[in-house]
């Protein structure tokens, strides 16, 4: 009898485990939502992404590009999913690279795409409402020097899947 119910336990630690790596597999495999590319008013956003959290961090980046037909400057953004969010660029500080607020926003060309991107310009969530976790989105509002503003939804996804 004591040998059925060890037996028992081990058949039943095995299918637990087994279905534990199961959805953890299935997790790491889950595409996450796509960011459909925007146009509207001569503005085009493409490959927008928010960066899952870490642990209890309770900062995130957003990242994409910008293209646009006419010269303008990408001055204030909003979310739901944070108190604060600001424009923010690294820099070259005597060798140390450091990260700052861009003030002034973010220069909008049509020669070249505005590109944000880990390591370089971004948008930065700070104090999220609650963590970020992949496969979710959050809203962006991005707001222009031109009066222009655009309503995104954008998909948070790991930090292992970032587009660079």
Same mark, same amino acid.
């Given at each position: 009898?004591?040998?059925?119910?060890?037996?028992?336990?081990?058949?039943?630690?095995?299918?637990?485990?087994?279905?534990?790596?199961?959805?953890?597999?299935?997790?790491?495999?889950?595409?996450?939502?796509?960011?459909?590319?925007?146009?509207?008013?001569?503005?085009?956003?493409?490959?927008?992404?928010?960066?899952?959290? #870490? @642990?209890?961090?309770?900062?995130?980046? %957003?990242?994409?590009? &910008?293209?646009? $037909?006419?010269?303008?400057?990408?001055? /204030?953004?909003?979310?739901?999913?944070?108190?604060?969010?600001?424009?923010?660029?690294?820099?070259?500080?005597?060798?140390?690279?450091?990260?700052?607020?861009?003030?002034?926003?973010?220069?909008?060309?049509?020669?070249?795409?505005?590109?944000?991107?880990?390591?370089?310009?971004?948008?930065?969530? #700070? @104090?999220?409402?609650?963590?970020?976790? %992949?496969?979710?989105? &959050?809203?962006? $509002?991005?707001?222009?020097?031109?009066? /222009?503003?655009?309503?995104?939804?954008?998909?948070?996804?790991?930090?292992?899947?970032?587009?660079?």
């Amino acid at each position: 009898m004591k040998n059925h119910f060890i037996g028992l336990v081990l058949v039943f630690f095995s299918v637990q485990v087994a279905a534990i790596n199961h959805s953890q597999h299935m997790d790491q495999n889950a595409k996450p939502t796509a960011f459909e590319q925007v146009t509207a008013d001569g503005i085009t956003f493409s490959n927008f992404q928010a960066r899952a959290s #870490i @642990g209890r961090v309770p900062n995130s980046g %957003a990242y994409g590009e &910008i293209r646009s $037909t006419s010269i303008d400057r990408l001055i /204030k953004v909003n979310s739901s999913a944070t108190s604060v969010v600001e424009l923010h660029e690294h820099i070259n500080d005597n060798g140390v690279m450091r990260m700052r607020e861009a003030k002034a926003g973010f220069a909008i060309n049509p020669s070249a795409p505005m590109v944000m991107k880990p390591g370089g310009y971004h948008i930065m969530l #700070i @104090g999220l409402q609650a963590p970020l976790e %992949a496969g979710t989105t &959050i809203d962006l $509002t991005l707001e222009f020097e031109s009066g /222009k503003t655009f309503d995104l939804t954008v998909p948070v996804v790991p930090i292992k899947t970032m587009h660079h």
